[in-house]
């Protein structure tokens, strides 16, 4: 923080993002931990709206406790309350709120054989009662009960033998152990068996326990989109496996244009169905990661007659994650076949559209020609009509200059007038026609 305000006192302008991105790193801590203890961990699936309800919710949940609140653009806050700690997160699309507390009487006490059974009874410090406030639709609730190893009873007896996983984490400090069961109460359970890990470790590893809970149940949440995806896709493919067989078949303009509809269609069907689920296939790639992450970091060691949490997972979980990664390679793939038959049936609709043009240009040439032979049948017509009317004209001068007096022969004179009358009107006609066609 010193640093920070020294840089601002140097007159170095900070990033408006520059403190969030420094306090990432350290969001969210291993909080040390000391056996035994309770851990209760619910998360809620939220949007943007019902998160910002659900901050100003437990913003006054603090304060109702004399505690101060989460700031408007806090992502998580620690509330000591019941003789544990009340953690608040803000994720993506979920919340989650985690209340840990020592299991019996204060910190310290409970141990050894007056310690109580794991599960056997309900923390009396937790907040998650009739007085909670659910920000979303639950979608992860499970309980971790770390306790000593000592007087703890056989793990066969407190989960169902046909899904238990057990081993060792933390250089074997600690022993991990559930059945990813929901027990009366709708929660899952993970005991946790200090074998003499240091508080640090104990922390940390329940911490990532009760992540690979989380981010396990957030990336199947993939699994029923991909389960809905599915006969949508099968149609989709059902429908371009019969246009492709039609397209074989089909000639014609308007046979081609119907396919191309249709599949068009199924395109913007495809498409629309992909933009839909595209966000819950990533996030479920994504929470899967952090999963594995999670296991890498927690070290696991083998139990000897028991499965990991890897081995469990990876023939559990694994599966569903690969029928998410299936059906949207499934989209991705069918819409490249879709987009070739589209080009296929778009080139052929050119074609035909190339081929009725060549056809309409013929006969408009042919039509032009036509109407050249006639304009110019025309013209040789309308040449001799005004040579007979200008003829017939200088008939009537000749004749009227003929009873004035003047000596000569009427009829030889307007004879002798015709050659150069139609002489001169063809040549005004070629010229006019010569014209118009300079200036088109």
């Known amino acids: 923080m010193r640093v920070t305000d020294r840089n601002e006192n140097a007159g170095f302008a900070p990033h408006p993002l520059r403190r969030a991105l420094l306090g990432e790193l350290h969001a969210r801590p291993f909080l040390p931990v000391r056996t035994p203890r309770v851990f209760l961990h619910y998360a809620f699936t939220t949007d943007e709206e019902a998160a910002a309800a659900d901050r100003e919710w437990f913003a006054d949940f603090c304060k109702?406790?004399?505690?101060?609140?989460?700031?408007?653009?806090?992502?998580?806050h620690v509330l000591p309350f019941g003789g544990g700690a009340l953690r608040w997160e803000s994720h993506a699309e979920f919340t989650?709120?985690?209340?840990?507390?020592?299991?019996?009487?204060?910190?310290?006490?409970?141990?050894?054989?007056?310690?109580?059974?794991?599960?056997?009874?309900?923390?009396?410090?937790?907040?998650?009662?009739?007085?909670?406030?659910?920000?979303?639709?639950l979608v992860v609730a499970t309980r971790l009960d770390l306790v000593a190893a000592e007087g703890c009873p056989a793990v066969t007896d407190l989960f169902d033998p046909t899904s238990l996983v057990v081993c060792e984490v933390m250089s074997?400090?600690?022993?991990?152990?559930?059945d990813f069961r929901a027990d009366g109460h709708g929660m899952t359970r993970t005991l946790v068996i200090d074998k003499g890990a240091t508080p640090q470790s104990a922390g940390a590893a329940c911490q990532r326990l009760l992540e690979i809970e989380t981010y396990r149940m957030l990336a199947l949440l993939g699994l029923p989109e991909?389960?809905?995806?599915?006969?949508?896709?099968?149609?989709?493919?059902?429908?371009?496996?019969?246009?492709?067989?039609?397209?074989?078949?089909?000639?014609?303009?308007?046979?081609?244009?119907?396919?191309?509809?249709r599949l068009t269609q199924l395109a913007a069907d495809l498409e629309a169905n992909a933009a839909a689920s595209a966000y819950r296939f990533g996030a479920s790639r994504a929470y899967d990661e952090i999963v594995s992450q999670r296991l890498v970091a927690l070290g696991e060691q083998a139990v000897p007659g028991y499965s990991t949490?890897?081995?469990?997972?990876?023939?559990?979980?694994?599966?569903?994650?690969?029928?998410?990664?299936?059906?949207?390679?499934?989209?991705?793939?069918?819409?490249?076949?879709?987009?070739?038959?589209?080009t296929l049936l778009r080139t052929r609709v050119d074609v035909e559209l190339e081929s009725q043009?060549?056809?309409?240009?013929?006969?408009?040439?042919?039509?032009?020609?036509?109407?050249?032979?006639?304009?110019?049948?025309?013209?040789?017509?309308?040449?001799?009509?005004?040579?007979?009317?200008?003829?017939?004209?200088?008939?009537?001068?000749?004749?009227?200059?003929?009873?004035?007096?003047?000596?000569?022969?009427?009829?030889l004179v307007t004879a002798a007038t015709v050659p150069f009358v139609v002489a001169m009107i063809w040549y005004l006609v070629r010229r006019i026609r010569a014209r118009h066609s300079a200036d088109d």
């Not at 074997?172 to 559930?178: D, F, K, R, S």
């Not at 819409?335 to 070739?340: G, I, P, V």
């Open 357 to 411: 043009n060549r056809n309409l240009l013929e006969t408009m040439n042919k039509r032009a020609r036509q109407q050249l032979r006639l304009q110019q049948t025309v013209e040789g017509l309308s040449v001799a009509a005004i040579s007979y009317y200008v003829v017939g004209l200088l008939g009537h001068v000749i004749e009227g200059a003929h009873e004035a007096g003047l000596e000569f022969h009427a009829g």
């Open 226 to 261: 991909a389960q809905r995806q599915a006969p949508l896709i099968r149609r989709i493919e059902t429908g371009l496996t019969e246009i492709a067989s039609e397209i074989r078949q089909s000639s014609g303009l308007a046979a081609n244009e119907a396919l191309l509809q």
């Open 96 to 137: 989650t709120y985690t209340w840990d507390g020592v299991a019996q009487g204060d910190e310290g006490e409970g141990k050894g054989k007056d310690a109580p059974l794991p599960f056997s009874y309900e923390p009396a410090g937790s907040p998650f009662g009739r007085d909670f406030r659910a920000p979303g639709p």
């Open 309 to 342: 949490w890897a081995s469990f997972l990876a023939r559990r979980l694994r599966p569903a994650m690969r029928t998410c990664e299936t059906t949207e390679e499934r989209q991705h793939h069918l819409s490249r076949k879709l987009a070739r038959a589209a």
């Open 64 to 76: 109702a406790y004399g505690a101060a609140g989460p700031n408007a653009d806090s992502r998580h």
């Open 172 to 178: 074997g400090g600690l022993v991990a152990a559930t």
